[in-house]
């Protein structure tokens, strides 16, 4: 889970700042457009559109700065690091299911990728629709429909491409198709006048010339990546509106009968209102749009048709200014900057090998309560910014199988500061338990022991083990208690220099452990698959039982 919620953390952020970068990237545009009342609307809608391809690509503009070296390990290194934090002896109380509660950035994050799957399934859903649609709609073979076609793309190559079909299944005309576009008419087409049917070939294939299925898709795309973001969804509705008032201006020009056209469009529309036909989405349709009034308006009212295609000079300016600004707002970074100095250096053990994933605290002396956190990288190296000059700062260094590291240094400037640490010992304890012969004493508990492990160190197993006998005299007097013993596993397992810990206890309860402990054999410890050397301690509690 974890794992899932750093996910979406790096999601959120990267979500912010390309939200942050598309709105930047629009506000020259908006300035533009505004300042350039009245534009035609080829040349506006080729404005947005390079806005909304700026806008698909500014994630990928600014990937490399939004994926600093912790975030590039945050799948195997943090998950592992607050495992390895709360397995260590003494170490500081992780409570890791508040933590994931908390952290709303990364259920943020989930949750947009979730969004995210359903507006794409939804795209994925519309589109399989429309292509059955095409599928299964009949092939127009009319020969006067396609001379119409190819009079009026008679200087166009793509216009030869288009298929031409009719479907129940929609009841306005719309153009569907980026590779192989085609133009499905509902299969009332027989029964429309000349004017009608030439108005709307033109008003179709003024789509397939202008490429707007591929802008159309494009938006889908947007809306679904940046489902949160309104500007998205407004930059799809004004690429609809501007593309449709484009191919009314072409079909204007080509048509040579603006009346004509103009109630064309008015029946189409009507024809819409009436049957209710579902939408094919994502694809240009004629008159599906809130707006047919005003349109029908400007038709009337225009003096000189435009072309509705935009020019080849014009692109290249559109392509060059918005690649150059793209570029320019996709170096920017805006991660808050990182003020102060910088303390890093390694972190390895006694042998000089690094240690990954080891846990290192960093806190002022005069406040030890706020600590700052990191981790080591599978290099065994950290960097920690952002400290301030002129103070000490206290060092603790954590990791499993490992003593923990405590030093104390004075921060003037950037700082390299490397960690060994040492290998840490071992614990068994037995408990030998008897039926009590004599008078009851006072019995006293062990307290529980723990055997720490972990890191790249590898901890001595006991594998044979040979149990001390409760000496009779003593059990005869009711003598109890505990004994403490240190000894040093050698590389072959066996103990060595045991000694007493505590000498306030009956030497026959200690004699009677030595002799069982020396008996001990180990599978030895080993540091990078190497057998070493550590220390141990044994505590064997001698106790009696009623």
């Not at 559109?49 to 700065?65: E, F, R």
């Not at 008159?287 to 009337?300: C, D, Q």
């Not at 910088?342 to 290192?360: E, N």
Request: glycine residues 6%.
């Amino acid at each position: 889970m974890t794992a899932l919620l750093d996910l979406g953390t790096w999601v959120f952020g990267v979500l912010v700042v390309s939200s942050l970068k598309a709105f930047v990237l629009m506000l020259p545009c908006w300035a533009a457009v505004g300042c350039s009342r009245p534009i035609r609307p080829a040349l506006e809608h080729g404005i947005w559109a390079a806005v909304l391809i700026a806008m698909l690509l500014v994630p990928l503009a600014g990937l490399t700065s939004l994926l600093p070296e912790t975030t590039q390990s945050m799948l195997e290194t943090k998950v592992v690091a607050v495992d390895t934090l709360a397995a260590v002896p003494g170490g500081p109380a992780v409570n890791v299911a508040p933590s994931a509660l908390g952290n709303w950035q990364g259920w943020a994050g989930l949750v947009y990728l979730l969004a995210l799957c359903a507006f794409g399934c939804r795209l994925f859903v519309g589109c399989r629709r429309a292509s059955r649609i095409e599928t299964q709609a009949s092939e127009i073979n009319d020969a006067t429909v396609r001379e119409i076609i190819d009079t009026l793309g008679a200087s166009k190559p793509v216009a030869k491409q288009v298929a031409l079909l009719a479907s129940s299944a929609t009841a306005a005309p719309v153009t569907f198709g980026c590779l192989r576009p085609a133009i499905i008419l509902p299969d009332a087409w027989r029964d429309w006048s000349p004017v009608k049917l030439r108005g709307v070939l033109a008003h179709e294939l003024s789509h397939v010339l202008r490429r707007d299925a591929w802008i159309a898709s494009a938006a889908a795309v947007n809306c679904a990546l940046f489902w949160f973001h309104p500007l998205s969804w407004w930059l799809k509705k004004r690429l609809t509106l501007l593309a449709e008032l484009a191919c009314d201006d072409r079909s204007v020009l080509l048509t040579k009968d603006r009346e004509g056209y103009a109630e064309t469009l008015l029946s189409v529309a009507s024809l819409c209102r009436r049957q209710e036909a579902r939408p094919v989405w994502p694809a240009p349709a004629m008159a599906r749009t809130s707006r047919v009034a005003g349109r029908i308006e400007r038709i009337l009212s225009i003096a000189t048709p435009d072309t509705g295609l935009l020019g080849s000079l014009a692109l290249r300016r559109l392509s060059v200014a918005m690649t150059g600004w793209l570029l320019i707002i996709g170096s920017v970074s805006l991660a808050p900057a990182q003020h102060g100095i910088t303390l890093s250096g390694t972190v390895q053990d006694a042998s000089g090998a690094r240690i990954p994933k080891a846990m290192l605290f960093v806190s002022p002396a005069e406040s030890p309560e706020t600590r700052e956190v990191t981790t080591t990288g599978a290099d065994g190296a950290y960097s920690l910014s952002g400290l301030r000059a002129g103070r000490q700062y206290n060092i603790e260094v954590q990791s499993r199988g490992f003593v923990a590291f405590h030093d104390t240094i004075a921060m003037s400037a950037d700082q390299r500061f490397d960690i060994s640490l040492e290998m840490g010992g071992i614990r068994e304890t037995i408990v030998v338990s008897a039926t009590r012969l004599g008078a009851p004493t006072t019995t006293r508990q062990a307290p529980p022991q723990r055997i720490r492990v972990g890191g790249n160190v590898q901890k001595a197993k006991l594998v044979h083990h040979v149990s001390p006998a409760y000496p009779l005299d003593a059990r005869s007097q009711g003598v109890e208690g505990i004994i403490l013993m240190e000894a040093i596993i050698s590389k072959d397992g066996i103990p060595l220099n045991l000694s007493l810990r505590n000498t306030l206890v009956d030497q026959r309860l200690a004699q009677a452990a030595l002799e069982a402990v020396r008996q001990w054999r180990y599978e030895p410890t080993r540091l990078n698959g190497q057998p070493i050397e550590v220390v141990t301690t044994v505590t064997v509690a001698f106790q009696l039982t009623d």
